[in-house]
């Protein structure tokens, strides 16, 4: 079936500017993360969904950092009035129960903030 | 809190040779241990795992044993091959952490023909 889809592949945006991310996970995937990944660095923990509710927002660097799932499946990150230090790739992961179950993750988004 | 260290790379190599990737963690309870790969232009996925001390994760001719006493999770295989090039990230997660993965940095592998 179909994995975890992230758009926009890329994104380009001005400091100070607003931008979302979107997340697709895979259908019936109950768990859905977000992550940052700079370059040369491993995946950083954002937020964490379990259905609807985000069950563990403690990796989002501050309050211009906001997400939702409001339906339990497709997921938005937003950010607010964007930073040149918010410019890396960001990547999303589902997986079937959250408990240990294997993390799928999407192919990410790339976001540079000029 | 959590941390996993990974060796630095790249680690280079010719085709055939035997890889070692070294992997070890901090955790203040039982964690699993993962090994993730992201081939170029994919996304990272699930290579193996290991949930408790002295299990060993294999898959695709990988190979990763869960050291409890040297809080280590080394990954190996015996002949590597050039589509094995990629970037792997050792993980863990456990249930103080919500089983919520926390990863290395990653070590990047290129193999020549």
């Known amino acids: 079936g179909a994995g975890v889809s992230q758009t926009p592949s890329n994104k380009v945006t001005e400091k100070g500017k607003y931008v979302e991310l979107r997340c697709d996970p895979i259908?019936?995937?109950?768990?859905l993360y977000w992550y940052r990944q700079s370059l040369g660095q491993g995946p950083e923990f954002l937020i964490y969904?379990?259905?609807?509710?985000?069950?563990?927002d403690s990796g989002l660097p501050n309050d211009r950092f906001f997400a939702v799932r409001p339906e339990g499946s497709v997921s938005t990150l937003k950010i607010q009035r964007t930073e040149r230090g918010d410019s890396a790739v960001y990547l999303c992961?589902?997986?079937?129960?959250?408990?240990?179950?294997?993390?799928?993750f999407g192919n990410g988004t790339r976001l540079t903030v000029t | 809190g959590n941390s996993v260290t990974q060796m630095e790379g790249p680690v280079t190599l010719s085709e055939e040779a035997f890889l070692t990737i070294n992997c070890t963690y901090t955790?203040?309870?039982?964690?699993?241990l993962f090994w993730y790969v992201q081939y170029p232009g994919e996304g990272l996925q699930l290579l193996l795992k290991?949930?408790?001390?002295?299990d060993k994760g294999s898959n695709k001719g990988f190979e990763a044993t869960y050291r409890k006493e040297t809080t280590s999770f080394h990954l190996e295989k015996g002949s590597v091959q050039v589509s094995d090039s990629a970037v792997y990230f050792c993980a863990l997660s456990d249930q103080g952490g919500s089983y919520i993965p926390t990863f290395g940095r990653g070590t990047s592998l290129i193999v020549h023909p």
């Open positions: 955790a203040t309870g039982y964690p699993s």
């Open positions: 969904f379990q259905g609807t509710g985000a069950a563990d």
């Open positions: 992961a589902s997986s079937r129960t959250g408990d240990n179950s294997p993390l799928h």
């Open positions: 259908s019936g995937h109950t768990a």
């Open positions: 290991a949930t408790k001390a002295d």
